[in-house]
Nanobody
Framework: QVQLVESGGGLVQPGGSLRLSCAASGSILGISDMGWYRQAPGKQRELVGSITSGGSISYADSMKGRFTISRSRDNAWNTVDLQMTILKPDDTAVYYC?????????WGKGTLVTVSS
């Protein structure tokens, strides 16, 4: 089992920045990749980006340029961050962290990001 806890959400003004963190615990050995997803009100959950165990990072096309995923300095799976910049009201959503371990997906409960003036 992998436990994921997201943090860092909150209210931010348009144009602002926010850094989310995903703390992983439990059976983190064997995690092959972790990703950030988001779900806006009334919309389906969508991929923001992901990072593999080898350090390869990819982003959804619509997320490129303003979102940056990073892992803890020792390249362990303890923490995966999502740096968000130039935030827009359309970025308002619950942001979720997901890990995949031996083909099984684990999800956190999410953290709410609200972009509003």
């Amino acid at each position: 089992q992998v436990q994921l806890v997201e943090s860092g959400g909150g209210l931010v003004q348009p144009g602002g920045s926010l850094r989310l963190s995903c703390a992983a615990s439990g059976s983190i050995l064997g995690i092959s990749d972790m990703g950030w997803y988001r779900q806006a009100p009334g919309k389906q959950r969508e991929l923001v980006g992901s990072i593999t165990s080898g350090g390869s990072i990819s982003y959804a096309d619509s997320m490129k340029g303003r979102f940056t995923i990073s892992r803890s300095r020792d390249n362990a799976w303890n923490t995966v961050d999502l740096q968000m910049t130039i935030l827009k009201p359309d970025d308002t959503a619950v942001y979720y962290c997901k890990s995949r371990r031996y083909g099984v997906d684990y999800w956190g409960k999410g953290t709410l990001v609200t972009v509003s003036s």
